[in-house]
């Protein structure tokens, strides 16, 4: 079946831009999770969907970042005046259970 | 503040070697622990391993969890230039809504030599 996917796989913004990030989780899965990797990192939490409903913002470094999940299936990442510390990778990732089954990422690129 | 540090960052290796990665960590609500491996796209899941003592195999790869040391370790026998990737162990917490939150290491980095 198929994975969860993520678009774009790539984003090149200019500071201050706004971007939105995609995520369509697995089939059936009521969690979804948000992560920032930076270079030579680990992924760190970002924010946590139950359903339609975002339990868990705690991880979101600024008010500059907003996630939504309007209908309990697919998610979007929002990222307003893009600033240069915000490029990473950003990965999502979904369950039914205790295991989190990622995305491929979207490495955004602020110059 | 959870807390997971892995051992060693990098490791480079020739094939047919056993490499052992370390991962200890700090959870105030630890319910299980998991290990993936990166390559350049998305991490992909190996194990989770919720009980001491318990080992978990999957061909060359096994890991075990010791909860009263707070550590786990990975175990990869007789490795291929393929094995080559970051690893990346994560703890689960458990406790109110942050349940299903996942605290990453920082990843070690195998380099496998042919």
């Known amino acids: 079946g198929a994975g969860v996917s993520q678009s774009p796989r790539y984003k090149v913004a200019k500071r201050g831009q706004d971007v939105a990030l995609r995520c369509d989780p697995i089939s059936g899965h009521v969690s979804l999770f948000w992560y920032q990797q930076a270079l030579g990192q680990g992924p760190e939490f970002l924010t946590y969907f139950q359903n339609e409903a975002q339990l868990d913002k705690s991880g979101l470094p600024s008010d500059r970042f907003f996630a939504e999940r309007p209908e309990g299936s697919v998610s979007t990442l929002k990222i307003q005046r893009t600033q240069q510390e915000d490029s990473a990778v950003y990965l999502c990732?979904?369950?039914?259970?205790?295991?989190?089954?990622f995305g491929p990422g979207t490495r955004l690129l602020v110059l | 503040e959870d807390k997971v540090v892995q051992s060693p960052l990098s490791l480079v290796v020739h094939e047919g070697d056993t490499v052992t990665l370390n991962c200890s960590y700090e959870v105030t609500n630890f319910r299980s622990l998991l290990w993936y491996k990166q390559e350049k796209k998305a991490p992909t899941f190996l194990f989770m391993l919720?009980?001491?003592?318990i080992e978990k195999k999957s061909g060359r790869l096994s890991s075990i969890l010791d909860k009263k040391e707070l550590f786990s370790i990975l175990n990869i026998t007789a490795t291929q230039t393929g094995d080559s990737a970051v690893y990346l162990c994560a703890v689960l917490n458990a406790g109110g809504t942050s349940y299903g939150k996942l605290t990453f290491g920082q990843g070690t980095i195998l380099t496998v030599h042919p």
């Open positions: 919720t009980s001491s003592g």
């Open positions: 990732a979904s369950s039914w259970s205790e295991t989190q089954y």
